[in-house]
């Protein structure tokens, strides 16, 4: 991926932040606060379950995108959820669904959370296992993070994989 030299990285900063900006009093109303700085957008959110959720966007650390760090503010055993978007709008994209899984409308947890329900005690058991188990086969991953990250196949299929009597 070719480097960013400083005066795109400037460009993108300010195509990304303009589009937040745009979408502030949106983000007001769901409830996410958003702090704009220079080389760096700061959005706080509770989730459906009330976890407090921090998203960092920067480029400070990063020559060639964005740097995405999501973070639970509540101490939970999950590390953070770092991704490197290219693209301004790929960031709103991700942001967008991001923070719909926070807020607990994501379809394609709801199909996880159906499949784990069945092996869990309860749905609350299914959810504290999508959320905070790292899984090895997929990369230390948790279900909710490789989820995010576009990977719902993935999850399914080690789903089937233990379903099948396969080892976690």
């Avoid at 460009?11 to 900006?21: G, N, P, S, T, Y």
């Avoid at 650390?61 to 490197?84: M, R």
């Avoid at 994209?93 to 784990?116: K, M, T």
């Avoid at 991953?141 to 233990?162: E, I, M, P, R, S």
Wanted: charged share 25%; aromatic share 8%.
């Amino acid at each position: 991926m070719p480097q960013w030299s400083m005066r795109m990285r400037r460009q993108m900063e300010k195509r990304l932040f303009r589009a937040l900006q745009a979408r502030q009093s949106e983000f007001e109303q769901d409830g996410i606060c958003i702090d704009l700085r220079e080389g760096e957008a700061v959005l706080r959110a509770v989730d459906s379950h009330l976890g407090r959720y921090t998203l960092k966007i920067s480029t400070a650390s990063v020559d060639a995108g964005f740097f995405i760090s999501v973070i639970s503010s509540d101490t939970s055993p999950a590390p953070p959820d770092n991704h490197i978007i290219r693209d301004p709008s790929a960031v709103l994209a991700f942001l967008n669904r991001r923070l719909d899984q926070l807020h607990g409308h994501d379809p394609d947890a709801e199909v996880i959370l159906s499949r784990i329900e069945t092996w869990a005690s309860s749905r609350e058991a299914a959810e504290d296992w999508y959320r905070y188990t790292p899984i090895p086969a997929l990369g230390g991953n948790t279900a909710q993070q490789q989820v995010a990250k576009g990977g719902v196949k993935d999850v399914l299929a080690y789903l089937d994989h233990l379903g099948q009597g396969g080892y976690a």
